[in-house]
């Protein structure tokens, strides 16, 4: 236990579906994260949040979405999906301190949009 | 299990070997580095870090080598078990951990 809980571990859907991935944090760290792993690339950061403020996105296309209500909730809803978009989302959260902080992530939501 | 690369090195030792990983990091400036650990079926677990200040750094089992002046990053680990069995990564970053670039991944296989 990482205590980062991600949901759904599967998720499959169509292009044309609206789904959500959901991430819970019980680390009571300021700072979440999304990833996204796929098959041949390294792990690639999507979004920061620091505060429930988003602070980095790194260049992701608009059909994703994501959204802090809080420090430990964490979401990534998900919208006319394209089928090289399925891969395996990572959430993460850490305690943003001077010069680094230890990132947590959690077990990963695996999508497969067909 | 997951599958995170078609293409990762893979390193395969016998149980109780040492085992080196190596990484090489691509940007100068980065001064904090991590290795990650992550097994079939789960997220990447920290293992060690290391900053800039140093060139080296132990843990249980496990030492962190950073050589700046060719950007290289190695993990040994000491007296393998079948539970280090798992993809390896290095991350590397500047100015605090948000901004983590982590490098493609081995595979390390612990044959009995």
């Known amino acids: 236990e990482t205590g980062v809980t991600q949901t759904p571990r599967h998720l499959v859907m169509g292009m044309t579906n609206k789904k959500s991935l959901k991430c819970e944090q019980h680390?009571?760290?300021?700072?979440m994260y999304w990833y996204k792993q796929s098959a041949k690339k390294p792990l690639e950061l999507m979004f920061v949040y620091n505060f429930k403020e988003q602070t980095e996105n790194n260049s992701v296309p608009s059909r994703f979405s994501p959204e802090c209500p809080n420090s430990s909730h964490l979401f990534l809803h998900l919208h006319t999906l394209q089928p090289e978009d399925s891969a395996l989302y990572l959430c993460?959260?850490?305690?943003?301190?001077?010069?680094?902080?230890?990132?947590?992530f959690g077990e990963g939501s695996r999508l497969t949009v067909l | 299990g997951e599958s995170v690369g078609l293409h990762l090195p893979t390193l395969s030792v016998q149980e109780g070997d040492n085992s080196i990983i190596n990484c090489a990091y691509s940007n100068s400036a980065s001064d904090y580095f991590i290795w990650y650990k992550q097994e079939s079926g789960k997220g990447p677990q920290f293992i060690i870090d290391?900053?800039?200040?140093?060139d080296k750094r132990q843990g249980q089992r496990v030492t962190v080598l950073l050589n700046k002046t060719v950007k290289h990053l190695s993990l040994q680990i000491a007296a393998t078990q079948p539970g280090d069995s798992a993809v390896y990564f290095c991350a590397e970053t500047f100015q605090g951990a948000q901004k983590l670039v982590f490098g493609q991944g081995t595979r390390l296989t612990i044959n009995p």
């Open positions: 290391i900053r800039s200040n140093m």
């Open positions: 680390l009571g760290h300021n700072a």
């Open positions: 993460a959260s850490s305690q943003v301190v001077a010069g680094g902080g230890e990132l947590f």
